[in-house]
């Protein structure tokens, strides 16, 4: 799933902020300096794509991600590898860009916690 500049720079706020956040304050932190009403929207289509949940408080709503950061690159990382045409031929394009630390991460995560 990939998102769009606006939609980006509005989970990085939300993330930044696990507590949540109000529109008001989220288009007032964005440098862009969008319009809240333009926020709003952009935080209604990242509810639907399961993002971003809502909660009444007053007159206004509290937005807050559903998920950190790190889950939603795994997601979009798994995401991309099952479009893979052919998933072998992939993994070792992806593999040959690796860092040797990101390299380590991933022996490490696929191999289960060290005993």
Do not use: C
């Not at 008001?24 to 949940?53: C, E, F, M, Y």
């Not at 099952?82 to 040959?96: K, M, P, S, W």
């Amino acid at each position: 799933m990939r998102l769009g500049n606006l939609e980006r720079s509005i989970m990085e706020a939300l993330w930044s902020r696990p507590e949540g956040m109000f529109a008001q304050d989220i288009a007032l932190g964005l440098p862009s300096g969008p319009a809240v009403t333009t926020v709003l929207t952009v935080l209604l289509r990242l509810s639907q794509k399961g993002l971003v949940s809502r909660e009444r408080v007053g007159r206004a709503h509290l937005y807050k991600a559903t998920a950190g950061r790190d889950a939603f690159v795994a997601e979009v990382m798994r995401a991309a590898l099952e479009e893979a045409g052919d998933l072998e031929a992939t993994a070792q394009h992806f593999a040959g860009t690796v860092t040797p630390e990101m390299a380590k991460a991933l022996r490490e995560a696929l191999n289960g916690p060290a005993t």
